[in-house]
């Protein structure tokens, strides 16, 4: 994992059973839910219309070059 500023990246290997948007909708739900619970004074700014995350998300696959992204992520 890798946070910036104004994004987060993540290498993760997903199941094909499990949807990506799923996945996502879960990991922004409960990460924004974990985050305001560490940090209270972070719900009193309104986020993108008082949603912590903004709306989309990129996903790609990774095939033979995962080791040369993860080290680029890291």
Not at 6 to 15: C, E, G, N, R, W
Not at 30 to 49: R, V
Not at 52 to 70: L, N, P
Request: charged share 25%; no cysteine; aromatic share 12%.
């Amino acid at each position: 994992m890798s946070v910036q500023e104004d994004h987060i990246q993540l290498v993760v290997s997903v199941p094909p059973k499990v949807s990506i948007s799923d996945l996502m909708g879960t990991l922004k739900g409960k990460l924004a839910i974990k985050l305001f619970k560490s940090y209270p004074k972070m719900e009193q700014k309104l986020y993108w219309g008082n949603h912590f995350w903004a709306r989309g998300y990129f996903v790609t696959t990774v095939g033979v070059d995962e080791e040369v992204i993860k080290r680029y992520v890291k």
